[in-house]
């Protein structure tokens, strides 16, 4: 079933969206990237481009390969050219209005047959499948930053999804090189759900003063062999995001070692989202 994948819709081209559209175009599907006007296309476009120069920089892929790639990307700012995709992931911010807006579209253009993924990484998938009239055709595949380079997909099921869908979607993560686990629609789902609070614990020991930042990524890296440290990787996932994931297992558990931090509130709401707006806990300084 999945051989006859050919065209895949990636709507959102973010550091994520734009990571997951090359994902799928290096495995040689055909990808239209989805964004809502020219100036967004051209961030993505953007994204696309730095990220590709760099697995060629680095030997991954050679020139030759990089110009098949870019010739199975298309983009376009309109949701209607979806209509024959057979595969979409969506990668939009993490609003519930933004969701129910793409995914009643994305219902209504897309054939029936066609499965719905969304990439989100703090939403309940069973909310998003419920928004559209094809809940068995609805995942989660949820891929990690930098999409291109980590190997995780969680493939999220809710109590709709269908026994086909996991299977077909499991499948395409293979293809797409990732190592597929599935999980249920659970807060934080399994690698967030332990990620996420760990990197809370870190800004708690920064904002008490325990040690500096420097040196609490040390500690981390130098102890567990980690590629990098707490606070570095949360300006790169984005303080934004992780306080959205802490807020989301607060509400599923109410349970205190699931309590954001202040600081990182704060950091929030003064639009420090780490290396995406340029200020951090290193970003920008
Ligand atoms: N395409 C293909 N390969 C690429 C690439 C690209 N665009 N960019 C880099 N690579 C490859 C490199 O060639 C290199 O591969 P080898 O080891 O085989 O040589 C590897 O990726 C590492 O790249 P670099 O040497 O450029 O960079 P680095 O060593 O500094 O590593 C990093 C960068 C991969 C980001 C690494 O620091 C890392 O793994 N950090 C942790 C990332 C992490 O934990 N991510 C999960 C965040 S949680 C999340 O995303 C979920 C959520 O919902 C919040």
Redesign the pocket.
């Known amino acids: 079933m999945v051989q006859e994948f050919d065209k895949v819709g990636v709507v959102g081209l973010g550091t994520m969206g734009a990571g997951i559209a090359e994902v799928f175009a290096r495995a040689g599907f055909n990808v239209v990237g989805v964004e809502i006007d020219q100036a967004a296309l051209d961030r993505g476009k953007g994204h696309l481009d730095k990220?590709?120069s760099?697995?060629v920089s680095?030997g991954?892929i050679d020139e030759e390969e990089r110009a098949a790639i870019d010739g199975r990307l298309t983009f376009t700012s309109s949701r209607n050219e979806l209509a024959d995709a057979d595969f979409v992931v969506e990668a939009v911010p993490e609003s519930i209005a933004i969701k129910r807006d793409v995914f009643g579209d994305l219902d209504r253009i897309c054939s029936p047959g066609t499965i719905l993924a969304t990439n989100t990484?703090s939403l309940s998938v069973t909310e998003i499948a419920a928004l559209t009239g094809r809940p068995d055709k609805v995942v989660g595949l949820?891929f990690?930053?930098?999409a291109?380079?980590?190997k995780l997909a969680e493939v999220i099921t809710t109590v709709s999804t269908s026994g086909d869908t996991v299977d077909v979607v499991t499948e395409v993560a293979k293809r797409i090189g990732k190592t597929p686990i599935t999980v249920g629609d659970r807060a934080g789902f399994v690698?967030?759900a332990l990620?996420?609070p760990y990197i809370n614990d870190a800004i708690k020991l920064y904002e008490r003063k325990v040690a500096s930042r420097e040196q609490i990524d040390t500690a981390v890296q130098k102890a567990a062999g980690l590629?990098?440290g707490p606070l570095t990787?949360a300006d790169?996932?984005g303080l934004d995001?992780c306080l959205a994931?802490m807020d989301v297992l607060w509400d599923e558990y109410k349970d205190p070692r699931y309590v954001a931090s202040p600081l990182l509130r704060r950091m929030v709401a003064a639009d420090h989202f780490g290396r995406k707006s340029g200020q951090g806990f290193y970003a920008g300084r």
């Open positions: 990220s590709l760099k697995a680095k991954k990484s949820h990690f930053n930098p291109p380079v980590m690698a967030n990620l996420v590629p990098m990787l790169m996932v995001v994931v």
